[in-house]
């Protein structure tokens, strides 16, 4: 017998924000100590394998740098002077100065601020129960999925796909806008399957040579924001050489004569000039998708990080409509299954006491809306008091500085509930410290899988950190609507009442079970019985402004970015920060693989792997610029500059660069961190983040 079989299993899913949400098998050494956590074998999606961060996280759970107790500032903002409170004399000092807030400016002044620190239903939405029956102001989580949901639903009018196993079926897997390898390993274990047992090709587009292209037949580095270009370039193709299946266009797509029209310009030449592409790489690729029937995109995030990427994903799934690989197993586009799990959340988040006039505030804006603008405050006052719960915005919003210089607003009172100190916990008023996923109950729900799947607690805390859903009712007590719909109920209430207006079971018929396959028939899957738009068809005329999305702003907040740009047909559209003769260089802020936005940067193993912050530089623009490997250099725009590193690397194309990972802002030189030079404008036409977006100057650092 091993020894992993003699050990006590617990079994969990990872709470981080990652498309793979996988099914965890996790040694359990004692009632309040972990050991190594494993994939859960049993489980098709996760299949045994998670990524090596995550298998260490015996290193976050045991940091001898959590946070334990409450503390309450006493000196300075940010000047790290603080005092240990009682949970309950932290918990009466936020309500007060709540209370006090409210009582000044208003309700809409209270801005409880969250997102993605943990995928679990119930830690990480409940914040809106307390939102909406304080009037608080509205909360428009636009940071992450926008553009590249937006895209998606503009072709297939629905959240769903191919069920991604499907990949090991498939004879040509795309892997386009994801570092899988990095950000979710379990893409690579069925592609790599489909490559092995049916000696599938394995083609990757991205903006540089990561570690997911070094695993690929195909690697297809292109200029950042291009990815439009290339996908209408491939469909010119593939009309032009008879591959395109003019059946399939005729009864699945809205107007294929007229896309077929607009292509008639879009040549490799021209995409080749767009893209940095040879001509040669295009038509081969081309050529590949149009005459493998199985051929399986898988589209990524990277599209969600450019100001165009909503354009650049409707281009890219159009693909698979012109060649039908929708009508085959192992065959189709896939980017999210969000849409097929619909859970009723509306205890949780407290939806039936939402004021629909009450203001909503974006997300990515939060250095705008911090700093009083006008645009970015709609109308109401500003904010002068926040929770922020599972995210870290002065390290990973847009426009640092901005954000900063909000945070130090004598005006504005802070709470922030955390497992570390953070960049965000630094600037607070009032610091709580936080459980982790492994020390709670939750529910998660797998946007790159089919699954639902239980995390119960299976360790006790150390003494100190209490939950995010205890902070919530705590709270409600001392503001007045602990009487209101949905407060006074656990953790497993709520995952009882979510499940059960799903004729999903229970908490304890789930514990046992551990996850549901909620994988939609292949019909369903793959748009056979037609799309999700009323009249049933793949839309290659998007309709920019009418469409429906999962994350379309609300109404009072109106469109965003300049709509009047967004082409009518699949198309290349330059709204991005073009390089000009003062920033020649286009930046991307690309995953780190050790890291996980801004988690995991607190652990030893992840930071000595990293390094240190560095930016990669094609080897000709270091010569160009004379700096050698290792040199200090200084990257700048228009919003700020920081020090980085210079790393040699020839595997991205001249005139770009990247920055791997989200260090924090004390790892860097000058203690700003890598956002200080991402913006914060909302793209269009929903909003969103283009962190990957940003035109630069570089110079040796003095």
């Not at 959240?159 to 893409?187: H, Y």
């Not at 954000?403 to 709580?432: I, N, P, S």
């Amino acid at each position: 017998m091993n020894q992993h079989a003699k050990l006590r299993i617990g079994h969990s899913a990872c709470p981080h924000d990652c498309p793979s949400t996988c099914a965890l098998e996790v040694e359990l050494l004692d009632g309040n100590r972990i050991g190594r956590v494993h994939g859960a074998k049993t489980n098709s999606y996760t299949a045994g394998v998670i990524c090596a961060k995550v298998a260490r996280y015996a290193d976050r759970v045991h940091h001898p740098d959590r946070l334990l107790k409450p503390l309450v500032r006493a000196g300075a903002k940010g000047d790290g002077v603080w005092k240990e409170a009682s949970w309950e004399a932290a918990l009466d000092l936020v309500a007060e100065k709540f209370i006090a807030a409210e009582d000044k400016y208003g309700s809409e002044t209270v801005w409880p601020y969250y997102y993605a620190g943990t995928m679990g239903l119930v830690q990480r939405d409940g914040i809106d129960r307390l939102r909406h029956a304080k009037k608080y102001s509205g909360f428009f989580g636009s940071i992450c999925t926008n553009l590249a949901w937006t895209g998606w639903m503009m072709g297939a009018g629905a959240l769903r796909g191919p069920d991604p196993r499907e990949m090991a079926k498939s004879d040509c897997v795309v892997i386009w806008g994801t570092n899988a390898v990095v950000t979710q390993v379990n893409v690579m274990t069925h592609a790599i399957k489909a490559r092995k047992e049916r000696g599938a090709r394995i083609v990757v587009i991205d903006v540089y040579e990561n570690a997911t292209m070094k695993q690929a037949d195909l690697g297809l580095v292109l200029r950042p924001g291009t990815d439009g270009a290339l996908a209408c370039a491939v469909m010119h193709v593939l009309f032009r050489e008879g591959m395109a299946d003019r059946a399939y266009l005729e009864k699945y797509t809205d107007d294929p004569k007229g896309l077929e029209a607009h292509l008639r310009t879009r040549t490799p030449e021209w995409a080749a000039g767009i893209t940095g592409l040879t001509v040669a790489e295009i038509e081969a690729f081309a050529r590949l998708v149009g005459t493998t029937k199985k051929t399986y995109f898988r589209l990524g995030y990277g599209f969600a990080r450019q100001r165009n990427g909503s354009v650049n994903m409707h281009a890219a799934a159009s693909i698979a409509a012109v060649t039908g690989c929708w009508q085959y197993e192992g065959g189709g586009a896939f980017h999210s299954n969000s849409g097929i799990f619909k859970l009723n959340q509306e205890v949780l988040e407290g939806t039936k006491m939402r004021d629909p006039s009450i203001r909503y505030l974006d997300h990515s804006r939060i250095g705008p809306v911090l700093t009083g603008a006008k645009d970015a405050l709609y109308g109401g006052p500003p904010v002068t008091a926040m929770l922020i719960q599972n995210t870290n915005p002065v390290n990973v919003a847009p426009e640092q500085r901005l954000v900063k210089q909000g945070f130090l607003r004598d005006d504005l009172f802070t709470c922030v509930h955390e497992q570390f100190m953070t960049d965000t916990a630094k600037l607070a008023d009032v610091v709580l410290p936080a459980t982790m996923f492994l020390e709670h109950d939750d529910l998660y729900k797998g946007g790159g899988n089919q699954h639902i799947t239980l995390g119960p607690k299976l360790i006790d805390p150390p003494e100190g950190p209490r939950t995010n859903h205890f902070v919530i009712e705590e709270l409600a007590k001392r503001l007045g609507v602990a009487d209101r719909p949905g407060f006074g109920l656990t953790e497993q209430q709520h995952i009882d009442i979510i499940l059960g207006k799903r004729g999903l079971g229970s908490f304890d018929s789930l514990k046992e079970d551990k996850w549901v396959d909620l994988q939609p028939d292949f019909d369903t899957a793959h748009f056979i019985k037609g799309f999700g738009h009323a009249d049933g068809k793949f839309r290659f005329r998007a309709d920019w402004t009418g469409q429906a999305a999962p994350n379309r702003p609300p109404k009072s907040m109106g469109l965003f970015g300049p709509v009047e740009r967004l082409p009518e047909f699949p198309d290349h559209v330059d709204l991005i920060e073009v390089a000009d003769a003062a920033h020649p260089f286009r930046l991307t802020t690309s995953p780190a693989r050790n890291f996980l936005n801004s988690t995991f940067s607190e652990t030893p193993v992840s930071k000595a792997k990293e390094g240190r912050p560095e930016l990669l530089l094609h080897p000709d623009d270091a010569a160009a610029h004379g700096l050698t490997d290792g040199d200090r250099v200084e990257v700048g725009n228009q919003r700020g500059e920081v020090v980085l590193h210079a790393k040699l690397f020839d595997g991205i194309k001249r005139g770009v660069v990247i920055a791997e990972g989200i260090w924090p802002n004390s790892a860097h030189e000058r203690g700003e961190g890598i956002n200080v030079l991402t913006g914060a404008d909302a793209p269009a036409p929903y909003g969103g983040a283009a962190f990957h977006d940003n035109k630069v100057w570089l110079r040796a650092a003095s």
